[in-house]
């Protein structure tokens, strides 16, 4: 496959994304990668990139005596390559003659190949990344998180983070075609080995979707029933707007974004379930009668989604909590006038800050004081989840035993009956 004069392969391609994210800030999700590269050879480019993210703290300790001084960027990235690779076990000979021609290939690199090439010879054999300390989170998200949580929860999240996290799936009620898997406390179900998500038994005919088991609690807790009509506010990606239709809601579906909410519309046509999808601006938007429920999945930080996202840390500095404090609380003062007496909201972000979720329930029952808070009563929850003012907070050391979980902020209001 090329791009121009040069052969891009999945090397070349994951080097080109880590260049982007660690260089210019770039969102992983949004970097795309070079036109040409089959499915796998894309699939593994994907991989090797967020792996080199995900363990960079413990490929710079093991790169460190290892240079005088940090080398240009692009070669200090095709050196992180080649020590997760090393690590994860591919043969010396071929990671480091790889590596050397990546670097010979570019006009900035080229005259650091011998370099490239010594550096490798010089790393340890075995390479165990495991042994070393976990990345740490950036201070602006560790700092308040000790502070809520403590130094050892934090350090149990980080264990967590640095782990490759298990693919989760929602089945819909009655699913019967499923691929192997753990069946959790929840429902979800944690695959045993995730492979091509399309291909696995029961999803070409719609009877699962890919949903971390910690966005699903959202809707369980709200314990939707049969014709209930229910606004899921801010719903892309989709996937409880499925669990909604799913148990039989009368779904409204609202995101900003047409493009997200065309990914819901193919979901809902695969899965066989139904919603109406509108595309607005909730600030703006206003519905033509009030609901019995209302989800509000509200933009946040995404600091709960890290042990997916490891690009996070390298592209955010905290500063964008200014903006979506007040849209948060802007959005549930909102949503509120919509609900029928005596309807309820469940508030959720995929956030572990307090600032976007213990805080925001706190504020909303002072500037709302005949809100009522429901404590989420589901058997499988853990007491200690549970916190002081009824709300739910989920963390990525949660079942860390068999993997974790996203972090997640959880809130349960109900209205006042009149």
């Known amino acids: 496959m090329k791009a121009g004069s040069e052969t891009v392969t999945a090397r070349s391609a994951a080097v080109a994304v880590l260049n982007a994210v660690l260089g210019e800030g770039a969102m992983l999700s949004q970097t795309p990668l070079p036109d040409g590269l089959a499915g796998p050879d894309r699939a593994r480019a994907e991989r090797l ?56 290939r570019g006009k900035r690199t080229v005259h650091l190949s011998g370099l490239v090439n010594a550096v490798l010879r010089a790393l340890p054999d075995p390479l165990d990344l495991a042994s070393l300390p976990p990345p740490m989170m950036p201070r602006w998200m560790r ?39 753990l069946r959790l406390p929840s429902g979800s179900l944690r695959l045993a080995s995730a492979g091509q998500i399309t291909q696995l038994p029961g999803y070409a005919n719609g009877e699962w979707w890919v949903q971390d088991a910690a966005a699903a609690m959202a809707v369980q807790i709200m314990a939707v029933q049969q014709g209930e009509t229910v606004l899921d506010l801010c719903a892309a990606p989709g996937g409880k707007t499925l669990q909604l239709a ?53 933009p946040c930080s995404a600091t709960g989604t890290l042990r997916r996202h490891p690009d996070l840390p390298h592209v955010k500095d905290g500063s964008e909590l200014a903006t979506l404090v007040p849209l948060q609380a802007a959005l549930l003062d909102r949503a509120l006038g919509w609900l029928k007496p005596g309807g309820r909201l469940v508030y959720c972000t995929c956030s572990l800050l307090p600032a976007e979720g213990e805080d925001q329930l706190a504020a909303v029952l002072t500037r709302h004081p005949r809100l009522r808070v429901q404590p989420p009563t589901l058997s499988w929850l853990r007491p200690e989840w549970i916190t ?7 963390r990525p050391d949660h079942w860390a035993d068999v993997g974790g979980m996203d972090g997640f902020f959880i809130a349960s209001l109900i209205a006042p009956a009149g």
């Open 388 to 394: 002081a003012n009824g709300g739910l907070r989920l």
């Open 49 to 104: 990139a967020t792996q080199v993210l995900r363990q960079l703290d413990r490929i710079d300790r093991v790169l460190k005596p290892l240079l005088r001084k940090p080398p240009p960027l692009a070669v200090l990235n095709i050196l992180r390559l080649a020590v997760l690779e090393r690590a994860e076990g591919a043969a010396a000979h071929g990671v480091v003659n790889e590596a050397v021609a990546l670097a010979r």
């Open 143 to 181: 700092q308040p998180l000790v502070h809520a949580y403590g130094r050892e929860a934090v350090a149990a999240m980080e264990q967590v983070h640095a782990l490759t996290p298990p693919i989760d799936i929602t089945p819909k009620a009655g699913a019967r075609a499923l691929p192997d898997g």
């Open 246 to 298: 799913d148990a039989g809601a009368a779904v409204t579906a609202l995101d900003i974004s047409a493009p997200r909410l065309a990914r819901i519309e193919e979901n809902l046509a695969r899965t066989g379930l139904t919603a109406t999808l509108v595309t607005a601006d909730a600030l703006h938007w206003q519905p033509g009668a009030q609901f019995d429920a209302i989800l509000l999945d509200a």
